[in-house]
């Protein structure tokens, strides 16, 4: 027999864990005689199969019986004491009993039987619980699968009718031998950290007893962001009855607990060292709280956990759902964080955009703290739209001020107006489309309970700062919403109360004016100007502001927007609403093009006429202080500006739209438009461009000398640009360096030089001299033939100088004809312009006519001054002698005069003869090398040329040398100066190159140089 339970233990030790079934546990385990070895079998093995695992449990418990049986009768169960439940550990231990201490010894058998029977009582508890921890997951599982696992239970399903010979268990949390072997606060710790609440749940209440002490450990593992509602059970609670923490009362598996588990029995057992306790439970961890806490420390604790979840997670909804929960059970002093936290939950969930918005993802408790009332209002609505800002104020904004009144009021400092006033503040700094959503859910004509602002005045003050604090040009809809929410009084201003709200629009025209200490006014800045006004001052503002919105509305039409500030600015300032009506009338908004016809700039007359003026209650528009006439003038401007000429003649003849304005005034404004397109012009030609536009837009008013005068003068100029006059070398001259010229004459000099045979175009350079604005001045047409005729001798075309000359000396003669004439200034300059021209081109050596230059010089005698008719005479004798001498067939002696000659040394040409050359008109010359490079102007050259004329004859060009007024010599024909290739001729060569080139007077040789 012995060997046969041998056999039989050596069996089970072969066998496998997974190969282990119910009917091998009593076929083979049960049939062992020895109750020792069949008792410690079963504790050895530890499985995940319930049934495998109940059934040795069992036989052990069976198998040991028998000794506990024998051990009461040594030492009976003690009424007094009060054994723990089954597997705990106890701290403190009841003293040992002597008798029973000997008999372990003695038995020590029995004693590792006793020993292992509390151990398997022990792990029963645990599978009875964990069989029905699995049970709950079935039933938690089957909620979960709804209607869609019906059909698990399907009869026609293959097996339904087959016996089921294990327990049906859902899926658990943990492996039966993990729960078995792990000490009971470890399984709670892996039960709160996986979130399996209906597990802990049944660990709680068959176990409560053990895990009580340390029940906010167990919490504490739970993660942060699970949700308070799923776990409430084993949250703490509060008894009001008891006024501290409510005990947790657990039922356990057995009513009482078993002899093996006293606490004398298991220090019996330890002193006798009869039992070596491999299967003690590890004791568990230090730090449990025995006690119930108070009503102020569990307070405390769940304002720890719900800080805690919001530092670790920032969830506001779960820190907020923990303080819930405890302040549903009358906990004190969590209703202050229950708001703050209910109000940041509105905040995180509720606020538009929150979800969106990643910046505002890391919201705490410090954060919301450290913000002030304004800031966390800004922040409700940070993300709102027109649509939804007025139920965001309702269900986010208003609680959030209605609790800081409360608090206010709590504190003892109650402040009526916080809510109020902090509302307000958002609107002055909010824009426009969310302001006007705001005053519409405002009107005065709902009812009170609905109003987001209650007070009508508050209303006007608040509508009146926002719109003209704003910087909009374009809201003039939204802002003619915005003044339709306003209240509008039925009391009339008195004339004081009327003065105090101009008086305060007067001076805000001031304040808002911009300055480098503060660029713009905020609505902010504005409310305290419209704080102390009374409801009839505001109804008086609010007529203005109406006019004003109106005004905006018309300007913005034609794009030509202010903002509403501006109104308060130009209120007093007529050159601020001048260039405004300037701005309208020229930039409106389309192009010229855009716009259709004439009905398009009567409809613009029509709303410029508009703002000028006041109304019938004394109230100035944008354009109050210009009269209708400044108006239509500033509009016919405008509408020549944009080249519409057709238009202009059009509405000047209409009777339906007329201009009403005199011919003069149309003339001043038709010539003050023509002057800028000359001036705005880049080409001079009258044909395209915009001095084409000049020149056609003097078509518009009637004809007069002014008209005439102004259209040759464009003539002219396109006149001087086909010359192609240089302003700088390649750079053509501008039309309005033309106007600026402040001699036009020096202008027909540069056309003479710039172009070789201009001059032989007389008429047309006196038609350009005539369109220049010399019409009727004779010495301006007597200059202007002396420079043909000086360009044409440069050009020793001789019979065209002396062509130019004689037309040069009709005219000075018709000038003198007249007596009255003798003593005018023109008449006396032109003389002496014709006499010093007629002189030079007579005592020119290389004209070989010698009647003309006698009669040149006759007429030189004719017009020169009294003064001067000694030096002409003796050259008209000199050359009347070499014509005598030339006729008797004797050679003329040579009387020339060296071109670097003293000044003095030349009879011919005193010294008093240079000095008139100071008013003749000399053209710009640049050649580098020429004493007259320096010259920049007319006067400057003719400074210049009255010292050259001094040393210098006039008559030397591309020649030898010049004929002067007394002979240098005897025997010095023209034939020996020009065969001398030595140093006196080459010397009076290049002085007559440089004369030619320098000083030519009034040809202007520097475009061909």
């Given at each position: 027999m012995a060997s046969s339970s041998e056999d039989l233990c050596e069996q089970w030790a072969l066998i496998p864990d997974d190969a282990l079934t119910p009917s091998s546990v009593q076929t083979i385990l049960a049939t062992v005689n020895d109750d020792l070895w069949v008792a410690a079998a079963s504790v050895d093995r530890l499985l995940d199969d319930v049934d495998i695992q109940r059934a040795l449990l069992e036989l052990g418990l069976e198998r040991s019986q028998p000794a506990l049986d024998r051990?009461?009768?040594?030492?009976?169960?003690?009424?007094?004491?009060?054994?723990?439940?089954?597997?705990?550990?106890?701290?403190?231990?009841?003293?040992?009993?002597?008798?029973?201490?000997?008999?372990?010894?003695?038995?020590?058998?029995?004693?590792?039987?006793?020993?292992?029977?509390?151990?398997?009582?022990?792990?029963?508890?645990?599978?009875?619980?964990?069989?029905?921890?699995?049970?709950?997951?079935?039933?938690?599982?089957?909620?979960?699968?709804?209607?869609?696992?019906?059909?698990?239970?399907?009869?026609?399903?293959?097996?339904?009718?087959?016996?089921?010979?294990?327990?049906?268990?859902?899926?658990?949390?943990?492996?039966?031998?993990?729960?078995?072997?792990d000490d009971l606060m470890q399984n709670a710790y892996c039960l709160a950290t996986r979130q399996s609440f209906s597990a802990l749940r049944v660990l709680y209440r068959r176990h409560g007893s053990q895990l009580w002490p340390f029940r906010f450990t167990i919490l504490d593992t739970i993660p942060e962001h699970a949700h308070p509602s799923e776990f409430r059970d084993i949250l703490p609670e509060f008894d009001p009855s008891d006024d501290m923490e409510r005990h947790?009362?657990?039922?356990?598996?057995?009513?009482?607990?078993?002899?093996?588990?006293?606490?004398?029995?298991?220090?019996?057992?330890?002193?006798?060292?009869?039992?070596?306790?491999?299967?003690?439970?590890?004791?568990?961890?230090?730090?449990?709280?025995?006690?119930?806490?108070?009503?102020?420390?569990?307070a405390a604790w769940y304002k720890q956990r719900a800080e805690h979840v919001m530092a670790s997670t920032g969830m506001t909804d779960i820190a907020l759902a923990v303080i819930q929960h405890g302040?549903?059970?009358?906990?004190?002093?969590?209703?202050?964080?229950?708001?703050?936290?209910?109000?940041?939950?509105?905040?995180?969930?509720?606020?538009?955009?929150?979800?969106?918005?990643?910046?505002?993802?890391?919201?705490?408790?410090?954060?919301?703290?450290?913000?002030?009332?304004?800031?966390?209002?800004?922040?409700?609505?940070?993300?709102?739209?027109?649509?939804?800002?007025v139920q965001d104020v309702r269900k986010l904004v208003m609680p959030y001020l209605f609790v800081l009144e409360a608090r206010a009021e709590r504190t003892g400092n109650p402040d009526p107006s916080l809510a109020t006033r902090l509302l307000r503040d958002y609107i002055l700094s909010a824009p426009l489309d969310i302001v006007v959503s705001i005053f519409e859910a405002s009107k005065p004509t709902l009812p009170a309970v609905q109003r987001l602002i209650l007070d009508d005045e508050d209303m006007a003050r608040i509508a009146l700062a926002c719109l003209y604090g704003s910087d909009s040009l374009h809201e003039w809809s939204t802002m003619g919403r915005i003044f339709e929410c306003l209240p509008a009084w039925d009391t009339q201003a008195t004339e004081d109360q009327a003065d105090e709200a101009d008086t305060t629009v007067s001076s805000l025209g001031a304040f808002v004016a911009p300055t480098t200490a503060r660029p713009r006014v905020t609505p902010s800045d504005l409310i305290v100007f419209f704080q102390p006004l009374p409801a009839t001052s505001l109804s008086r503002a609010l007529?203005?502001?109406?006019?004003?919105?109106?005004?905006?509305?018309?300007?913005?039409?034609?794009?030509?927007?202010?903002?509403?500030?501006?109104?308060?600015?130009?209120?007093?300032?007529?050159?601020?609403?001048?260039?405004?009506?300037?701005?309208?009338?020229?930039?409106?908004?389309?192009?010229a093009d855009e716009l259709d016809g004439q009905g398009d700039w009567e409809w613009l007359l029509e709303d410029m006429l508009k703002l000028v003026g006041a109304n019938d209650a004394g109230l100035k528009s944008a354009f109050g202080l210009l009269s209708q006439a400044d108006v239509i003038r500033i509009f016919f401007g405008g509408l020549l500006s944009t080249g519409r000429f057709d238009i202009a003649k059009s509405m000047l003849r209409s009777k339906k739209h007329p201009l009403s304005l005199d011919d003069d005034t149309i003339e001043d404004i038709?010539?003050?438009?023509?002057?800028?397109?000359?001036?705005?012009?880049?080409?001079?030609?009258?044909?395209?461009?915009?001095?084409?536009?000049?020149?056609?837009?003097?078509?518009?008013?009637?004809?007069?000398?002014?008209?005439?005068?102004?259209q040759e003068f464009i003539e002219a100029t396109s006149r001087i640009a086909s010359f192609n006059v240089m302003s700088r070398p390649g750079i053509p001259i501008s039309p309005i360096e033309i106007r600026l010229t402040k001699d036009r004459l020096s202008l027909v000099s540069r056309v003479l030089s710039s172009n070789s045979d201009a001059y032989k175009y007389t008429e047309v350079i006196l038609d350009l001299v005539h369109k220049l604005g010399f019409r009727d001045d004779a010495a301006a047409q007597v200059k202007a033939l002396a420079m043909i005729a000086d360009t044409a001798l440069q050009a020793e075309d001789f019979d065209r100088a002396y062509e130019t000359s004689e037309t040069m000396v009709k005219t000075v003669l018709e000038l003198r004809s007249d007596a009255a004439n003798i003593d005018d200034p023109q008449v006396t300059e032109a003389s002496e312009v014709c006499w010093v021209a007629c002189f030079q081109l007579g005592r020119q050596p290389e004209f070989s006519d010698v009647s003309r230059k006698l009669t040149l010089l006759g007429r030189a005698l004719e017009f020169c001054p009294a003064d001067k008719l000694v030096d002409i005479l003796a050259a008209w004798r000199r050359l009347e002698a070499d014509a005598i001498d030339e006729r008797k067939g004797r050679p003329p002696k040579r009387r020339a005069t060296s071109a670097l000659r003293p000044r003095n040394a030349d009879p011919a040409l005193p010294p008093s003869l240079a000095a008139r050359f100071q008013n003749l008109h000399m053209p710009d010359l640049h050649m580098p090398t020429s004493p007259l490079a320096k010259a920049t102007d007319g006067a400057a050259l003719a400074s210049t040329f009255s010292r050259v004329a001094a040393n210098f004859p006039f008559s030397v060009g591309g020649r030898s040398r010049s004929v002067a007024s007394d002979d240098s010599g005897p025997g010095r024909s023209r034939s020996n100066e020009r065969a001398r290739p030595g140093r006196d001729g080459d010397v009076s060569e290049k002085a007559s190159r440089a004369f030619q080139k320098g000083i030519g007077w009034l040809i202007g040789a520097d475009e061909e140089a």
């Open positions: 051990a009461r009768n040594i030492y009976p169960p003690q009424d007094a004491e009060d054994p723990p439940a089954a597997g705990s550990f106890v701290k403190g231990s009841l003293e040992p009993d002597e008798t029973l201490v000997s008999y372990f010894r003695d038995e020590p058998a029995d004693a590792q039987l006793c020993y292992i029977r509390s151990v398997l009582l022990g792990r029963l508890d645990r599978l009875n619980t964990f069989v029905e921890i699995c049970r709950e997951s079935v039933r938690k599982e089957e909620t979960q699968e709804g209607e869609d696992d019906e059909w698990d239970d399907d009869p026609w399903e293959e097996g339904a009718d087959e016996p089921v010979e294990k327990t049906t268990l859902g899926t658990p949390p943990v492996p039966l031998s993990t729960f078995l072997s947790v009362v657990s039922e356990g598996w057995r009513p009482e607990s078993d002899w093996s588990e006293l606490a004398s029995v298991r220090e019996s057992l330890k002193r006798s060292e009869a039992v070596q306790f491999d299967f003690q439970i590890v004791p568990p961890p230090p730090g449990g709280v025995e006690a119930s806490l108070s009503p102020t420390d569990l302040a549903s059970q009358g906990l004190p002093g969590l209703d202050e964080l229950g708001e703050e936290l209910s109000l940041l939950s509105r905040l995180v969930y509720d606020a538009q955009g929150s979800e969106r918005d990643h910046e505002d993802d890391d919201w705490t408790l410090d954060r919301w703290r450290a913000m002030d009332p304004p800031a966390i209002v800004r922040a409700y609505v940070a993300h709102t739209s027109p649509e939804t800002i007529d203005i502001l109406d006019i004003h919105l109106e005004s905006g509305e018309i300007l913005s039409r034609w794009n030509v927007p202010a903002p509403l500030r501006w109104f308060l600015q130009s209120a007093h300032d007529e050159a601020q609403q001048r260039a405004r009506a300037t701005r309208m009338a020229r930039r409106t908004g389309r192009s038709c010539l003050s438009a023509s002057r800028e397109f000359y001036d705005n012009a880049s080409s001079g030609n009258y044909r395209f461009g915009d001095m084409k536009l000049a020149y056609d837009c003097l078509t518009v008013p009637a004809r007069s000398d002014k008209i005439i005068r102004e």
